[in-house]
Nanobody, 125 residues
Framework: QVQLVESGGGSAQAGGSLRLSCAVS????????MGWFRQAPGKEREGVATIDTDGTTRYKDSVKGRFTISRDNAKNSLYLQMNSLSPEDTAMYLC???????????????????WGQGAQVTVSS
């Protein structure tokens, strides 16, 4: 069983920064494609960033250059550094894991099997 627990959410002013962490309980964490997704009230869940087993990253266009996804396989942890935040980034952010990497490590929620409970990020103008 894979368990994911997010931390680090909170409030920030526009232009500020926040860092999300995800602690993962899993055997062979380094074999999972990992991702961050977000869901705002009344909107569909969307992919923010993914990182593959070889470190390859993918980002939603609107966060490129502002957000950075990273992983620490020694600590079974996933991170999302968010800079230059805007009110449009306000959402519940969820950590997710997929057992298949490579071409299947993409920004689609349907490719991910395991999910955390989420961490709220609120950005005020």
């Amino acid at each position: 069983q894979v368990q994911l627990v997010e931390s680090g959410g909170g409030s920030a002013q526009a232009g500020g920064s926040l860092r999300l962490s995800c602690a993962v309980s899993a055997n062979s964490f380094n074999s999972y494609c990992m991702g961050w997704f977000r869901q705002a009230p009344g909107k569909e869940r969307e992919g923010v960033a993914t990182i593959d087993t070889d470190g390859t990253t993918r980002y939603k266009d609107s966060v490129k250059g502002r957000f950075t996804i990273s992983r620490d396989n020694a600590k079974n942890s996933l991170y999302l550094q968010m800079n230059s935040l805007s009110p449009e980034d306000t959402a519940m952010y969820l950590c997710a894991a997929a057992p298949n990497g490579g071409p299947w490590c993409r920004l689609s929620q349907f490719l991910f099997t395991y999910w955390g409970q989420g961490a709220q990020v609120t950005v005020s103008s």
